[in-house]
T-cell receptor, first 114, second 114 residues
């Protein structure tokens, strides 16, 4: 149990729709990152938020966007869903944005796009 | 840019045998290295991390890894495999520069034979 909680755990969407995934970070953690893990692959970094500001972004198109709230919880929004967006979306939090800090992952949200 | 190569997408060992999972990294600056484990339909759990202190790192569940700069390797070992070790293992790298972004390998699926 890492203290990082995500919702929903599973969802099915239709191509072209929009989805919002939510994450509550571990208590006291001000840094939240999102990763996409396609079936049979390692996770890929989408972006990171530090104290409500985006602090780095991976190679994902602008239709992937996010927010971090004052309580450090976070949302991942994906617009114009494509079939290839089907994946496990992992939220991770850490005490601070320094690279040596331990990163704790949630259980993930499974997204299926049909 | 950083990258990670995990040699062997599948490793199978007998219960009680040595576990060796291989990870080689590429980084132009000193790396931080991590091993995570993922059980079926779950998120990632940190096994151990190297952040430029001792080169031999001990983690949870009896696992350890040795950072070898000359070989750019960070192989994961466990002296005696247990049935509960069956899972997917991911090696990841990040650096002290820029966003706290983990770059993962493709993963190694470990199977334990009774």
């Amino acid at each position: 149990e890492t203290g990082v909680t995500q919702s929903p755990t599973h969802l099915i969407k239709t191509r072209g729709q929009q989805v919002t995934l939510r994450c509550s970070s571990q208590s006291g953690h001000n840094t939240v990152s999102w990763y996409q893990q396609a079936l049979g692959q390692g996770p890929q970094f989408i972006f990171q938020y530090y104290r409500e500001e985006e602090n780095g972004r991976g190679n994902f198109p602008p239709r992937f966007s996010g927010l971090q709230f004052p309580n450090y919880s976070s949302e991942l929004n994906v617009n114009a869903l494509e079939l290839d967006d089907s994946a496990l979306y992992l939220c991770a939090s850490s005490l601070d944005r320094g690279s040596g800090n331990t990163i704790y992952f949630g259980e993930g949200s499974w997204l299926t796009v049909v | 840019a950083q990258s990670v190569t995990q040699l062997g997408s599948h490793v199978s060992v007998s219960e009680g045998a040595l576990v060796l999972l291989r990870c080689n990294y590429s980084s132009s600056v000193p790396p931080y290295l991590f091993w995570y484990v993922q059980y079926p339909n779950q998120g990632l759990q940190l096994l151990l991390k190297y952040t430029s202190a001792a080169t031999l790192v001990k983690g949870i569940n009896g696992f350890e890894a040795e950072f070898k700069k000359s070989e750019t390797s960070f192989h994961l070992t466990k002296p005696s495999a247990h049935m509960s070790d069956a899972a997917e293992y991911f090696c990841a790298v990040t650096t002290i520069q820029g966003a706290q972004k983990l770059v993962f390998g493709q993963g190694t699926r470990l199977t334990i034979n009774p």
